[in-house]
């Protein structure tokens, strides 16, 4: 199996960037596609970006509007997400995901393995 731990969370500004990371370990990094969701108080976790094994594919949320970017080091068994131009409705839980599934990874069912989560507070 493979354990994931997202870092990078903390307090912005609207319109502030700021970028995730989360490190994996455990069985080689490219059997694995990778997720990011989140989670706001009170509400359902979302799917926010996946990428394919080899980061070729990417996939976005459509409601991210493109201010979100997905990326993954094999290298470095690491994949980011890049958010851009924060607004306050994207306050949340970040979590890192990784699944061994080539198809649906906007579908949370689809990963076994997840991180504690970091929290983004981005205020008006």
């Known amino acids: 199996q493979v354990q994931v731990v997202e870092s990078g969370g903390g307090l912005v500004q609207a319109g502030d960037s700021l970028r995730l990371s989360c490190a994996a370990s455990g069985r080689t990094f490219n059997w694995y596609a990778m997720g990011w969701f989140r989670q706001a108080p009170g509400k359902e976790r979302d799917f926010v970006a996946a990428i394919s094994r080899t980061g070729y594919s990417k996939y976005h949320a459509d409601s991210l509007e493109g201010r979100f970017t997905v990326s993954r080091d094999n290298a470095k068994n690491t994949v980011y997400l890049q958010m851009n131009s924060l607004k306050p409705e994207d306050t949340a839980v970040y979590y890192c995901?990784?699944?061994?599934?080539?198809?649906?990874?906007?579908?949370?069912?689809?990963?076994?393995?997840w991180g504690q989560g970091t929290q983004v507070t981005v205020s008006s």
């Open positions: 995901a990784a699944t061994p599934a080539l198809i649906d990874l906007s579908k949370d069912y689809q990963y076994p393995y």
